[in-house]
């Protein structure tokens, strides 16, 4: 032990260093991203907090629903507006491209109607009528989606809650989190592990000649705390330090994960809208989201405005025909049924929205364009909240190799 150990011991020590450091380092990122449910039992646990009775949860995957806001109050304040990228949508277009699913809706939805309310009348009707009330319906079809996109596209904030749409995906799908960051962040995590077995060989040093010197029960152990605690520091500092370029005499110095900021937009806008973003989850949740009422609403009352003005250019007045009371809960009637039908035709519009939202490249050119200091806001704070727990775990695990050396040397 100390100065009366063999010479290899005293080599050993800086290598040891290095793989508790490259260790420690590796398992902070381990418990970053994994588990990605709380395990093993999950008795109590504090909410957005990893850690809690019996067990352990991922950081990412804890804090999905706070993180996910997060990013979405980011990308909506810094990186797009909803309301403009929505008035891209061009009505007449989609119209076109819902005409063939609407139009079979259509003719199910007066056919039912007919049916239900008025029975007799529509069986006694002679077949032009019948005709000529179909072909009404279908002309009128592409003006009334015409219309009603406009409608939507102006109420889009009312009808749409975008925030909601991400935080409820980041919760159902934490792993899409998870793969988003390692994505993202891939050579950063790289440069985290790596550089523990850098650090902790270099700590390593040191803390053998001191150990030569100095041969005390505790002095590995006091050391491997500071390795640990330190290497760990040390790779979470360097990624988003300094955060302005700093020029010195030789190169410049930035943190890993700033100095890769336009490549890192680019991966971030890809995999948002890939996760997050794609037009089937928005328009689930226009139609089963919080606002969906306001959805509705708004449905029902551009149908029973166009009925009224469809109808009424037939040449037999409806309204009089089946009386004010019954006219109106069949406009009711309609409206509901059309909320019935829509969900099967707005997967028609999925590619069209994908290319005219163009999301992708919206947030990819607004991120590369961010000052450093917002740019740093993306990533950083992933770990800043909990940094001194992966710290001290780092820390724990250098002094138990600690004492694991003093019993071997």
Request: charged share 20%.
């Amino acid at each position: 032990m100390g100065g009366d150990a063999e010479w290899w011991a005293y080599v050993l020590i800086p290598i040891i260093s290095g793989v508790v450091g490259w260790g420690t380092n590796w398992l902070a990122l381990q418990m970053t991203f994994y588990p990605i449910e709380f395990l093993p039992v999950k008795i109590w646990q504090p909410k957005d907090q990893p850690v809690g009775c019996i067990g352990w949860q991922g950081i990412i995957p804890a804090k999905a629903a706070t993180m996910a806001g997060d990013f979405c109050d980011m990308m909506t304040s810094k990186l797009f507006s909803v309301e403009e990228i929505f008035s891209r949508i061009d009505p007449a277009r989609m119209a076109d491209i819902l005409e063939p699913g609407l139009q079979p809706s259509i003719s199910r939805i007066v056919s039912e109607l007919a049916k239900v309310h008025a029975p007799g009348v529509w069986a006694g009707l002679p077949v032009e009528v019948h005709d000529e009330l179909f072909e009404a319906v279908k002309d009128y079809t592409r003006d009334f989606t015409i219309g009603f996109m406009e409608t939507f596209r102006a109420n889009i904030l009312t009808v749409f809650d975008i925030r909601h749409m991400v935080v409820e995906e980041a919760v159902k799908h934490k792993e899409y989190l998870v793969d988003m960051f390692q994505t993202v962040g891939d050579k950063e995590f790289v440069f985290i592990e790596r550089s523990g077995f850098y650090f902790g060989f270099l700590f390593g040093l040191p803390q053998a000649l001191v150990f030569y010197f100095y041969d005390s029960w505790w002095v590995l152990p006091a050391a491997g705390f500071i390795v640990g605690f330190a290497t760990n520091y040390l790779a979470l500092f360097l990624i988003f330090h300094p955060i302005e370029p700093l020029e010195t005499c030789c190169c410049t110095l930035q943190g890993a994960f700033l100095k890769r900021q336009e490549h890192v937009s680019v991966v971030f806008a890809e995999m948002c809208e890939r996760l997050f973003l794609q037009p089937q989850t928005m328009w689930n949740e226009v139609f089963a989201g919080p606002k969906h009422k306001e959805f509705e609403q708004m449905l029902i009352r551009h149908v029973k405005e166009h009925c009224d003005h469809t109808l009424g250019q037939l040449t037999f007045p409806v309204g009089v025909l089946l009386g004010a009371e019954k006219y109106d809960e069949i406009k009711q009637h309609c409206a509901e049924l059309l909320i019935e039908e829509l969900p099967k035709c707005t997967p028609l519009t999925n590619d069209y929205m994908r290319e005219c939202l163009n999301l992708t490249a919206e947030m990819g050119q607004k991120m590369a364009a961010l000052p450093p200091t917002e740019f740093e806001g993306v990533l950083h704070p992933v770990f800043e909240a909990d940094e001194l727990k992966l710290i001290l775990v780092g820390a724990a695990l250098g002094t138990a190799a600690g004492f694991v050396q003093t019993a071997i040397f």
